[in-house]
């Protein structure tokens, strides 16, 4: 068991980060020094130095010093080192096999001003996440002298880890229409020049250890509200670039200062070992509860909605009633669907969330029933920011409608319903907003709920708590900017803690959304809608003006939806839902159970005009899949061959020998061995044969059929490894 140590230890250390943040020359002494001592890392916590506290691996080669943060407060800046520091409490279990461990101490030269440091961390993992609280027993207030943030929130140096990379989580790229993981690589002229890396990871190492440095928030890059600084000695800090706070915030007895949740962790071996231990970190002891990383199978009607539209012509909301549903559920039931989620249109009002009369008269009842019959689970869509003119949640929260420089914001009519003011979620709206999601659970049995249409910006407003009318507009905008995917992750926090099977999904089909890992600290993300506009790629629109131009079965739309997949070496892809059409014919059906099986786990399309045939594939290969779903969310990925390439190879099997493999190609004979050992009892489908080696290796030889015409459609084979 994880356990807390004392020590006496003296430290010196000195960090070149530029005269705005070079730490005062504190007293060190041999104190009395709290750590914390996990099966793979130590953490010890100083005080008395400008090292606020080191980690090491055990078995590792390097100490990593990390320097205390430093604000301006009153128009200078202040380390926050220790003068004392003791733990505050016993260590705490958390739900997610992690203890949190806290500790307090006065800030040295500082009288009345105190610095909490809050870890969190598990036995058996290397990362440990942390954040700090400043509290001060008579205000003082945080300040901008330059006009700009001022804060670094830590240092460290780089001097013993010769290769640095960035890892950017949250670059849109339009080819795909998707947010995408790019990593660019930091070589010695970004050090000589003093250059910036947005992050929101930066990765170190050498021939034996690699380190990774996070922060937890969320935006669209280049966007930067956090970014880290680069010195020519090879030091980096972590520096606030905008919106992390107001001119003249209070940090008082009642109102200490809260920072973002930062993360840590080395380990022994290559960039390969450090990508499985930061990949099992999220999917294991990032969020305090596990539902939104289980791989369930999502349905979603959104996708039929829009064939009404842009297909029929007809409304949104035309079969948007009771009876649809019904025979829908009926057909996702017999998928094998877990989550069957109802999208914009089940409400009457947005803000009091209440199935609409007109189209659902027992208010969901009958859905749920039959749902309960079925062992699924019910989701909704919400629009958290918006909320209708005429509800009652707008007659108690007016004051929390967005505003820009004093005016609201022009309504809108929330998909064929009632037309609806923005509300702020940083504002006390927010709160209120996840208590209705509460409310919703015990009133209709929602676990699943569907976050949409939240953008990064919205609100100056000098009342909702991102800044004061003595700030200025952009200020505050900013603010709000920087608080709203923080207040975001709240909701999702507040909903899961409440309800523990809940799962919190945030729309980023979008640029310009908070994407980042702050909202992956409690709930997941809704990835990819239909993937690129015609806009994207300079093609007029068809006559009906539908923008979509990925909103057909085959498959082209796969490889967009399968190109983020890319997350998946370092987040896993049960937190990318991404809907796949199970439109026969039989191809394109594979080709869907091929894609979603790898971890994006969505459905969406016109269930009730599917073939029984097509129905009874999509049946048994799901039925196949779940048995080994939890062993592939777990795995590491493995994959051979680009996206649309021939063939294009994943392999998702875990230490146990479980899980699949998965080959997409066009016409020809393809033949893989698996990296893994694998399991013996196999299930393929037809076109496929399944032998091993002597090691344990799974050898599979693949045949994909000549296609009539010059231009042959890729096609997928599946192999499971112990769902016989």
Known sequence: MSSIAFRVLAVAFTLSAGAAFAPPDLTAGSVDLPAIDTGVATVTIHAGSAVLWDYSSKGGNHRHDIAAPVFNIDGRDVTLGLKTVSPLGAPRELPNGCKEYMFIGEVS???????????????????????????????????????????SYLGLSLSRLPEATELRLSEFVELYHSYMPVE??????????????????????????????????GSTAPDEFLHYRLSPDRSVVLEAVKGNYWSGEVIGPDAPFATVWFELGAVLGNRADLQRAYRNFVL???????????????????????????????????????????????????????????????????????????????????????????????GLWFGPTTVGLTSQMMKTHADCAQTLDGKPRDPWVVWETEASQWCCVVSRYGQDFANKLIELNRQLGVTYFKFDSVDQYGCNDPGHGHGTASNSSAERGDCYAFQMPLAMARIAE??????????????????????????????????????????????????????????????????????????????????????YLPDEPEGNQMLSLASLILGQNGIWGDLPAL??????????????????????????????????????????????????????????????????????????????????DPSGRAIITATFAPAEGPFPKAGAHIVFFGAE
């Open 494 to 579: 507040t909903v899961s803690s409440a309800v523990p099977d809940a799962i919190c999904d945030f729309d980023m089909t979008e640029s310009g959304r908070s994407f980042g890992l702050a909202y992956l600290s409690a709930g997941k993300y809704f990835l990819i809608n239909n993937g690129p506009y015609h806009q994207n790629y300079d093609l007029p629109l068809p006559p009906d003006d539908n923008w979509n131009l990925f909103f057909y079965p085959g498959p082209a739309r796969d490889w967009i939806c399968r190109t983020p997949l890319a997350f998946d070496a370092w987040i896993p892809s049960t937190l990318f839902l991404t809907h």
């Open 284 to 378: 294991k002891h990032l969020a305090l509860r596990s539902a939104s990383r289980r791989p369930q199978v999502f349905y979603n009607t959104w996708n039929y909605q829009e064939r009404l539209k842009h297909w029929k012509g007809k409304p949104y909301l035309a079969e948007m009633n009771a009876d649809r549903m019904l025979g829908e559920i009926d057909v996702a039931h017999r998928m094998g669907v877990d989550v069957f989620v109802i999208d914009a249109g089940w409400f009457g009002k947005p803000g009091d969330w209440q199935p609409s009369e007109l189209r659902f008269p027992d208010g969901l009842k009958g859905i749920k029933a039959k749902l309960d019959a079925y062992g699924m689970k019910l």
């Open 109 to 151: 030269k500082e009288p009345g001003l105190r610095l909490k440091v809050v870890f969190r961390a598990a036995e058996d993992d290397p990362i440990v996440r942390f954040h700090y609280e400043v509290l001060c027993d008579t205000p003082r207030h945080l300040t901008k002298p330059a006009g700009t943030d001022r804060i």
């Open 611 to 692: 073939p029984e045939a097509g129905v009874a594939r999509f049946a048994g290969v799901l039925a196949r899949y779940k048995r080994v779903r939890d062993d592939m969310a777990a795995a590491f990925p493995v994959v051979s061959g680009p996206v649309g390439g021939a063939p294009e190879i994943h392999e998702k099997i875990g230490s146990n020998g479980r899980g699949a493999v998965v080959i997409f190609a066009k016409e020809g004979n393809f033949r893989y061995v698996t990296e893994h050992r694998a399991d013996r009892q196999v299930w393929h489908d037809a076109g496929t044969q399944v032998s091993f």
């Open 184 to 217: 660019r690589s930091l070589d010695d002229r970004f050090f000589a020049d003093g250059e910036e890396a947005m992050g929101p990871l930066l990765l170190a190492g050498d021939a034996s250890e690699q380190l990774l440095v996070a922060y937890e928030h």
